[in-house]
């Protein structure tokens, strides 16, 4: 298994930009696919962005390209999500989530039951 602490969410302008980190614990790092999930109030969780940690290969849904970007730091065992000209849609609990890839990341990414462990959350939201 795998722990899991997200942490940078704040409030931020429309327009501006944060950067959330995901630090994992424990040993096999290479081994996790990571995905950033979001959950508006009222709303479904859903799919932001992830990573596969061994070959850096990702996947983001059509409606995130551009504004957010995912990327690793293997020796630090972090994840961030890079988020740009924030809009107050962005407004959620963003979560991160590690899981096992066995298909294709534009098959796993989505989906929240492939990922196994989840971080407890970081507040974003967005507003003047």
């Known amino acids: 298994q795998v722990q899991l602490a997200e942490s940078g969410g704040s409030r931020v302008q429309p327009g501006g930009s944060l950067r959330?980190?995901?630090v994992a614990s424990g040993d096999n790092f290479d081994y996790w696919t990571i995905g950033w999930f979001r959950q508006a109030p009222g709303k479904e969780r859903e799919g932001v962005?992830?990573?596969s940690?061994?070959?850096g290969n990702t996947y983001s849904p059509d409606s995130m390209k551009g504004r957010f970007t995912i990327s690793k730091?293997?020796?630090k065992k972090t994840v961030y999500l890079q988020m740009n000209n924030l809009e107050p849609?962005?407004?959620?609990?963003y979560y991160c989530a590690a899981g096992i890839l066995t298909s294709t990341l534009q098959f796993m990414c989505p989906v929240r039951?492939?990922?196994a462990s989840w971080g407890h959350g970081t507040q974003v939201t967005v507003s003047p």
Do not use: P
């Not at 849609?89 to 609990?93: C, I, K, L």
């Open 20 to 22: 959330l980190s995901c």
């Open 49 to 51: 962005s992830c990573i």
């Open 53 to 55: 940690v061994k070959d």
């Open 73 to 75: 730091d293997t020796g």
């Open 89 to 93: 849609e962005d407004t959620a609990v």
């Open 113 to 115: 039951r492939y990922f």
